[in-house]
Structures are given as C-alpha cells and as structure tokens.
C-alpha cells in the first residue's frame, strides 16, 4: 500500500491556478525530490498534503486512508477529527525557517508534541530526544535556546522535533534555502542519514547534486504541473526544453 496518494489535487488563490490536476503517489520509505523554479507550487502542494492549505479538488489518502476528497458536488470534504488525529500522527513537516519554538529549550522543542499531543510516556520520550539530539550532533545543546544556536543548528534541532513523532513520511521545504552554504553542507548530511531509517521524505529543494544523489525519484513542476518524473538519471538527462532551461539555472 502506499503510504501517500495525491490525486488529481487542485488549487488556485483568487484567480490564479497553482496547483493543476497534481497526482503523485508516495511508497514506504520512499525517497522523493520535488523540483522545479520558484513559484512553480512546491509549497503549496507540500501545504496542501499536510492539510496546512485547504485543496480546492482532488483526493489526499494516507496508507489507504481518506483525509480529504471530493464529493459528488464538487467540494472538497476533510475527515473528522478523530480520523485527522491519526493521519497527521503519519507524517511531519520540517520548514525552510525552522519554526521552533523561541522560548523553549532545544530539549522542550523536541519533547513537547510527543508528550503534550501523542500523550507518550515522559521518560521514554525524552530519552529518545537525547538519542535523537546525539544523531544530529548536538547532544551537548539540548538546554540551549534557539537564538543560541547557528541556523544550521536550529535546522537539525527542528529535524529531531520531526522525527521525535516517529512519523511514516516526512516532508522537507527548502530545508537548507535560509542557510549559508557550510551550514547547508550539515544539514544535507544528516538528511542524508536518515535515509537508512526507511522514513519516506519528499523533499522540495534547490539543491540539485543532493536531489540527484539521494532520491528514488525526483518530480519537477513548473506552473502548477508536473512536467518530468523519473529517476534522477532520467529527469537530469530529459530534453524537455523547460527542465533544461531550469536546469541552466540552478544545475
Ligand atoms: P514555490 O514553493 O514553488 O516557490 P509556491 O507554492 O510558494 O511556489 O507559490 C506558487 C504560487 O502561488 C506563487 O505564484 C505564489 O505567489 C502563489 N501563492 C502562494 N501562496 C499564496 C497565498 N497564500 N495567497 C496568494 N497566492 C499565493
Ligand atoms: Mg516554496
């Protein structure tokens, strides 16, 4: 079963048309790169799968589950709250900005949903912070605050936090965009880590050697469509003039 199916999925903000007829399809532990030029609908299709973004039409389904479909007048219906509760608990996000909380600790970010949201056993939770915090390199900041740390810290802070979810399938937007390049260079590296721990990730980046390097597959959108999707070795080597031209830009 796959872990996450898009179909047909629409949206448009007044006039404008961003997402147009999106279906793609996530499989367990699944690794695939959204690429495409800036405006293209990256981070609306990624607010849309996480329901951050209301869709206007189509189907989001999680391990067979329905969270949001269209019904037969053509509007776009959630599932309950009860069902909503158990599908977000499948997937978590992680931003360009990193959004962690500012006055809470490195540790309090990690620790708080797992505790407050999934209502897990205290201990075992922060433990498995500590674990987490040691894999990302920071076992000696988890009493920092964000505003001490580096960018790239605050990211890989913000990479435990999502993990400490122990979510089915993560999804990174631009994760290393707002960092200068040798912070950039960590944070790729410990995406890179993750990839043994067969935790689907779709990630929307610009940096192009990781996504050709890390991913099963990549997808490049231009103008709310999906123009090319294959192996990396395929949509690298595509003669599509858009994803050439792209590719001129940010290759
Ligand atoms: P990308 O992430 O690929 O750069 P976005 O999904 O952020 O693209 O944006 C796609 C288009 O939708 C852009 O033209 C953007 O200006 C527009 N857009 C995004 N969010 C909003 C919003 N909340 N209100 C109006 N327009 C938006
Ligand atoms: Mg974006």
Redesign the pocket.
Known sequence: MNLLELNHVEKS??N?S?LKDISISIGEGEIVSII?P????????LRCATMLEKMDGGEIVYLGKKAAWTDKDGHVVYADKKDMKEIRSQYGLVFQNFNLFPHYSVLKNIVDAPIHVQKRDKETVYQEARELLKKMGLADKEDYYPCQLSGGQCQRVAIARALALNPKILFFDEPTSALDPELTAEVLKVIRSLADLNIAMVI?THEMAFARDISHRVIFMEGGVIVEEGTPEKVFASDNERMRSFLGRYG
Do not use: A, D, M, N
């Open positions: 903000f007044e404008l961003v495409g800036s405006g293209s609908g990256k981070s609306t299709l929307v």
